[in-house]
């Protein structure tokens, strides 16, 4: 089965170039609402590193949820898309004084920490304001994920989070310090997790922690489990929206949340990553020694996924009817890995074709790069279109 597009419009458009369907989008978002709203306690953020394409972020922002900001850009795209900042959480192992700053000035909700010197320079900056800052560590839980190694994040070796055993230490050093408020307490093992078992792990884990604490008399208002949840990027028009029901359900089965809690959610790729497709024009085919080339005037530059970690996006041709050939799938871009599929079966190619390059509403439009000096893609939604 093959998307709908309008490929009328398409072909007055200058290739390549993002599509967003915004009627998937908001399926997706009105999914979300429902299924997190069968929990008093739950509060979903989305993970603006996922889109921050303008038009994208204000229908998510139209939907009520938070957002989870991971530099001082982030906080100004949510900022001005309208996101209130009581709503917005800051997390990154790497905030630069400026950054802090911003965060302070219009008063986020929370900093997720992820080191104690960070801890410190937070203390200072906001006592310098004469403000208190909430915060949230970020603990590695050491749980690992079944996903590529590139976006597994939990684990003991990662760079992300405070270790286990250093937690009290850091929760007591912040009673100690006068301008930072320790508020909760952050997790986030991966991402594209499909198997539920993955976030049941994550949630004995922070059962662990919490009896811990509390036979230390350590309350904490908010527990943060990240995002995660990944996308079927095989099946993009079968099952265009995830499985938000099996994952709430997961944490409300498997967390023991205190009726005081909060428990907040940091979903980026779930949201956005089946509502957008990369569309190309195919440039040339061109006949190798045992296989044919559909070259395409996108490349890794507008779409790295699968050159960075191998990544498959399902790819179709969606101006021809034609019996399918074989095809290896490449951009222009002058390296080897800047190959969208290998052996991609598609209805027979030729020069003019629009290709559609699907499940890459998450982390395609926002990680383009202007290598070889291409200009970045534009970005249009069905809105504009019609
Ligand atoms: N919270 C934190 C602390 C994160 O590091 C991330 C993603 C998220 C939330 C959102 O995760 P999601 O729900 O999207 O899985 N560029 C890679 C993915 C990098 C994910 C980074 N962190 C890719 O294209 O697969």
């Not at 908010?222 to 995830?242: E, F, K, M, T, W």
């Not at 599929?341 to 290709?355: H, I, P, Y």
Request: hydrophobic share 40%.
């Amino acid at each position: 089965m093959k998307g709908v597009f309008p490929v009328g419009k398409f072909r007055e458009l200058r290739t390549p170039f993002y599509y967003y369907d915004t009627e998937v989008l908001r399926n997706t978002l009105a999914t979300i609402r429902v299924e997190a709203a069968k929990y008093e306690n739950y509060v979903v953020h989305y993970a603006v590193k996922a889109n921050a394409n303008p038009k994208v972020l204000t229908i998510i922002r139209e939907s009520g949820m938070g957002a989870d900001c991971v530099s001082g850009g982030e906080i100004r795209a949510a900022i001005k898309t309208g996101f209130p900042a009581s709503k917005i959480v800051f997390a990154g192992v790497g905030k630069a004084d400026w950054e802090i700053n911003l965060g302070l000035d219009y008063g986020i909700f929370c900093f997720n920490v992820e080191s104690v010197p960070e801890l410190e320079v937070i203390n200072e900056l906001a006592a310098a304001r004469g403000k208190v800052a909430n915060v949230a560590f970020r603990i590695n839980p050491n749980v690992g994920a079944h996903t590529h190694a590139n976006i597994t994040t939990g684990l003991a070796e990662n760079k992300f989070g405070i270790s286990m055993e250093d937690m009290d230490k850091v929760i007591e050093l912040a009673g100690n310090l006068a301008n930072v408020k320790f508020i909760g307490l952050h997790f986030h093992i991966g991402s594209q997790i499909l198997d539920m078992g993955d976030f049941a792990a994550l949630c004995n884990r922070v059962n662990e922690l919490q009896n811990k604490l509390d036979s230390c008399g350590i309350r904490i208002e908010h527990i943060n489990v990240g995002g995660g949840l990944g996308i079927d990027y095989a099946h993009p028009n079968r099952q265009s929206i995830p499985d938000f029901k099996g994952y709430f359900e997961t944490y409300d089965n498997c967390l023991k949340l205190r009726s005081y809690q909060t428990l907040h959610f940091e979903l980026g790729r779930s949201v956005v990553g089946q509502c957008g497709s990369l569309i190309s024009k195919v440039l040339y085919v061109k006949q190798g020694t045992n296989k044919q080339f559909a070259i395409l005037d996108a490349g890794m530059t507008d779409l790295i996924r699968p050159a960075l970690y191998q990544a498959y996006h399902k790819i179709e041709n969606i101006t021809s009817d034609e019996k399918p050939e074989t095809y290896d799938v490449v951009g222009p871009i002058c390296e080897s890995s800047d190959v969208f599929g290998k052996a991609v079966d598609l209805n027979k190619v030729k020069r003019g074709d629009l290709l559609a390059i699907r499940s890459a509403g998450a982390y395609g439009e926002i990680m383009a790069s202007g290598y070889n000096c291409r200009e970045l893609p534009q970005g249009y939604t069905s809105d504009d279109l019609f």
